[in-house]
């Protein structure tokens, strides 16, 4: 065996990584650094490349140029079975002949170690099932196999926890508490994790860092709270959250803000939420950071006029409004509903407000549609 | 009494119509009463007459014995022929499986030039009629100068039973999820620890079929065996041979036995693999 690839710690690295098949390119020109210790999660829809990339990491796949490093290590072309790199498997990929102790010692025997048992049954108790050890994994419910999937790798304290959708099968209920008890793990025993989804509450819920990628390429990296607020393309806007995105054009500059005309109405926005390379604009605003007032109301910050109540829907801890707008948009806003009631009918006349520092603005050529209408997500994707 | 009180305010059906539904509920029981019947009636005849106190020829019923079963040995040849039999399929049974397993994997796993004609070729000996190729062989084997015997016998159950182990053991491996194998590489086994800890014991119950398969095939040819085993007696031509003059109740009696023997192996399957569920 290859110790010094097996020994490998540090940061991983994937310089210029390209996966073709025939003419499909799945991973294109990718390049990436995950620190030691993050918790980073590649988000995308079906068939976006996220799986290739973690498969290129794990070496079930070769790339077809480029490099990947870990540490100092060059491990683009060393076997699976070399690597410092343990993967929970989408189906968690069980050995269904084994019993959940051995399942778990698998890795520990395979490097030679004798003695597993403490090992195996530490983890065991890490992931709060020790009583199961001689159980079949046929016999265990689809929650407590996620949880010997990941204990099955991480007995191994590798430098790299590959994660491939690993919650994907769960209901959602036990999905939002293995969120928890996923970042909970991943603190406890300091590994990096590498999460693929194409969740993106999952992604915002756990990863430090999220790489949003999109045809095989990243559209953009940064933490959860950066990509919500400020997203450089139509494609993150959309992917997270919703987002509405209104066209128009920049006209001028007032201190640090610029200044933008949309569909004839002024509005300002800060200098460095603007991805824009020339004046053509859209400006793009969280539903949640509107708000929305009867004609006769004042109110301060940007303001959008002649806009009119077209659909209210209330659904709990807010209510979403379609606001019509004179150019013929329709325009999201969710109101929390601290005063009560529903104070908007349909019909109204009202207009939008927000704060000047909740805007965003994306280049004028792109496409407002990107990543709003996901194909379906196939949980087989390979 | 509540019950009868209850049963007479419901208006009674007349005759026809309660036994037309009775047999709309009942059809597919008595369906079954009668396929296990025909199945089952040869097997009944075969096993009541191996207690014939019949002399040389079994065909009249002589009287109840035990004699054929505390001798199975006692009619001439019989036991060697069985002998004979057990030799040939274990090795057949033995050489196949090795063989098959081996074709299964490289049709099933990879891909190489030639793969789907392979695949196409090795149904061939299943759909070739067994005269055909029984007699093929003793041309060929002719043609190089062996003479037919035990070891030709081998070699041509080998042919047959070989398509056979190919199929069974193929469904077996693709019905193998390959992120299991992905999942023991990931988990440091290397090429060979993977297929000796994962696939192995993923894909022995498909080759274990395959060889019980193998075995009763073998065991049970006549026609192949016929042309190229010479003076061998195997136990179906020794059957065969001794029809024209009596088949002795021995015949009977080891027919029998296999039939409990294979029937005892399915039962002792069953509760296995039940009690493996259970636990």
Known sequence: MADSANSARGDLKLTRITKSYGDFTAVDDLSLTIPEGSFFALLGPSGCGKTTTLRMIAGLEEPTVGSIHLGSTDITTTKPYQRPINTVFQNYALFPHLTIFENIAFGLRRRGIKDVDEAVNKVLNLVELPHLAQRKPTQLSGGQQQRIALARAIVNRPALLLLDEPLGALDLKLRRQMQIELKWIQKEVGLTFVHVTHDQEEAMTMADTIAVMNEGKIEQMGSPADLYDNPKTAFVANFLGQSNLIKGSLVGTDGDSLVAELFGQKISLPRNRSHAVDSSIFAGIRPEKFRISLLQTPVSGNVLSGGKIEDVSYIGVSTQYQVMMPWGQELMVFEQNDDGVAPFQIGDAVNISWEPIFTFALRGDEDAEAGTEVIPEDLDEE | ?279
């Open chain 2, 1 to 279: 009494m509540t019950v009868k009180q209850k049963d007479a305010s419901i208006p009674t059906l007349p005759l026809g119509a309660q036994i037309s539904r009775w047999i709309g509920r009942n059809l597919i029981r008595i369906y079954m009463v009668f396929a296990f019947t025909y199945l089952f009636i040869p097997v009944a005849y075969t096993f009541a007459f191996s207690f014939n106190d019949s002399g040389k020829s079994n065909l009249i019923w002589k009287g109840f014995t035990f004699d054929n079963w505390m001798n199975p040995c006692g009619a001439p040849e019989v036991c060697s022929a069985l002998g004979n039999s057990i030799k040939i399929g274990l090795l057949a049974t033995i050489f196949s499986t090795i063989l098959g397993t081996m074709i299964a994997f490289a049709i099933g796993r990879y891909a190489f030039k030639g793969r789907s004609a392979s695949n196409l070729l090795i149904f061939l000996p299943m759909a070739t009629p067994e005269i055909v190729l029984g007699a093929s062989l003793l041309s060929l084997f002719l043609v190089f100068q062996i003479s037919p015997g035990f070891w030709p016998t081998v070699l041509a159950h080998v042919v047959f039973c070989v398509s056979f182990v190919v199929v069974t053991v193929k469904a077996r491996i693709a019905s193998l999820d390959p992120r299991l194998e992905q999942a023991a590489m990931d988990l440091y086994a290397n090429e060979f620890q993977t297929f000796r800890r994962v696939t192995l014991p993923l894909v022995a119950p498909g080759i274990a079929a395959a060889a019980l398969l193998a075995f009763s095939l073998s065991f049970d040819d006549f026609i192949i065996t016929n042309f190229n085993s010479g003076t061998v007696t195997t136990f179906p031509k020794f059957v065969y041979v001794s029809a024209a003059r009596g088949i002795p109740a021995q015949a009977n009696v080891i027919g029998s036995a296999m039939f409990f023997l294979a029937l005892a192996l399915v039962i002792v399957g069953q509760v296995v693999s039940r009690k493996r569920k259970v636990s």
